[in-house]
C-alpha cells in the first residue's frame, strides 16, 4: 500500500522498468502508434498515482482533489482497457502483459511482482464480501491467459497457475503449478525452473 512519496517513487520505478522488459518504448512512441503496451503502462501509473492520493488526502483539500482527478483518469482508462483493478490490491511489481478482461475484487489481496497474462478473475465468490471472502495471493504469482482465482483461496509465494485454471481452494506450497477446472497441482518447481 502506498502511503508516501518515497513509495509511491519506488512503485513507479520497479514498474516502469518491468513495462520496459516487456516493450515499452515510451511515451512518444505510446502516443504516437497508441500500442497496447503503452496503455498498460499509463494504466498502471494512474492506478499508483489513485492509490498514492487516495491514501493520502484526509486532511488535505489539494490531495482530495488530485484523489477525485487521478480516479476519474484510473476508471476511465481502465474502462478503455477492459482492465478493473480497485487500487490497494497489489503490491508493487504488478505486470500486465496483455488488457481486456481483467477483473480484480476490490477485497483481494496480492502480493509483490504479480504477472497478469490477460482475461483473469481474481475475485469472492458471490457470498458475503470483505477480506474474509476474497483472495489472499502471496508474492511472484504468474496467472495464465484466462485463469481464474475464485472466494476465499490463499495461495504460497512463487506460485504458477496456468492458461484457463480456476482456483477455488487454497494451495500452501511454494513454487507450484495450479492446472485444470478446478485446478489441482500439476507440479512442484525444482530449483532448476526457478
Same mark, same amino acid.
Given at each position: 500500500m502506498i502511503t508516501n512519496k518515497e513509495d509511491l517513487k519506488n512503485?513507479? %520505478?520497479? %514498474? @516502469? +522498468? =518491468?513495462?520496459? %522488459?516487456?516493450?515499452? @518504448?515510451?511515451? =512518444?512512441?505510446?502516443?504516437?502508434?497508441?500500442? %497496447? !503496451?503503452?496503455k498498460i503502462t499509463q494504466f498502471? @501509473?494512474?492506478?499508483?498515482?489513485d492509490e498514492y492520493y487516495s491514501n493520502t488526502c484526509k486532511k488535505n483539500p489539494f490531495k482530495k482533489l488530485m484523489s477525485i482527478y487521478y480516479r476519474r483518469k484510473h476508471n476511465k482508462l481502465g474502462l478503455m482497457l477492459g482492465i478493473s483493478i480497485p487500487i490497494n490490491t497489489f503490491e508493487r511489481g504488478l505486470l500486465i502483459y496483455h488488457s481486456c478482461g481483467i !477483473? !480484480?475484487?476490490?477485497?483481494?489481496?496480492?502480493g509483490q511482482y504479480c504477472k497478469l497474462h490477460g482475461m483473469n478473475c481474481i475475485g469472492n465468490?458471490?457470498?458475503?464480501?470483505?477480506v474474509?471472502?476474497?483472495? +489472499?495471493?502471496?508474492?511472484? =504469482?504468474? =496467472?495464465?491467459?484466462?485463469a481464474k482465482i475464485i472466494g476465499n483461496v490463499t495461495l504460497a509465494d512463487n506460485t504458477t497457475v496456468a492458461a484457463r485454471a480456476a482456483v477455488c481452494k487454497s494451495f500452501d506450497t511454494p513454487y507450484q503449478v495450479l492446472a485444470g477446472i478446478p485446478a489441482k497441482i500439476l507440479k512442484i518447481k525444482s530449483v532448476k525452473e526457478i
Open positions: 512503485y513507479l %520505478e520497479i %514498474e @516502469k +522498468k =518491468l513495462c520496459t %522488459e516487456v516493450g515499452y @518504448k515510451g511515451r =512518444l512512441h505510446s502516443f504516437i502508434t497508441q500500442c %497496447e !503496451v503503452g498502471m @501509473k494512474i492506478l499508483r498515482l !477483473v !480484480v475484487h476490490r477485497d483481494a489481496r496480492c465468490n458471490g457470498v458475503g464480501s470483505g474474509d471472502n476474497s483472495p +489472499k495471493i502471496g508474492d511472484h =504469482l504468474d =496467472l495464465g491467459i484466462g
